[in-house]
């Protein structure tokens, strides 16, 4: 019997998942943004929400890629491309701006 690790496919399935936690993450940060305030919105909380929502976009269209990727039988483990790198360092900025906000 093969052990779990062994069998095919199952690595594209757990980084399909891990990046759609993680765009879900995202749109939860962008939603909170936006009902953050009872007072009306500005562009201060419009940006950053939006900024999340792109990212959640952009975050899930990477995973099916990447997805592709790991799935494909090279026997290899593919190796995070730019767009992995770009993603990661957007989502630290963001995260940084939302605490920027919280502070003020």
């Not at 690790?5 to 399909?16: H, I, K, W, Y």
């Amino acid at each position: 019997m093969a052990r779990i690790n062994e069998l095919p496919g199952l690595q594209a399935e757990r980084t399909l998942l891990s990046w759609d936690r993680t765009a879900l993450g995202l749109l939860g940060n962008g939603a909170l943004l936006m009902l953050r305030d009872v007072q009306p919105l500005g562009t201060a909380r419009l940006v950053p929400a939006g900024a999340a929502l792109l990212l959640a976009v952009l975050c899930a269209l990477a995973g099916r890629r990447r997805a592709k990727r790991i799935g494909r039988p090279t026997g290899t483990v593919a190796a995070p491309t730019p767009e992995v790198v770009v993603l990661g360092a957007t989502v630290t900025l963001l995260g940084l701006a939302v605490v920027g906000l919280l502070v003020v």
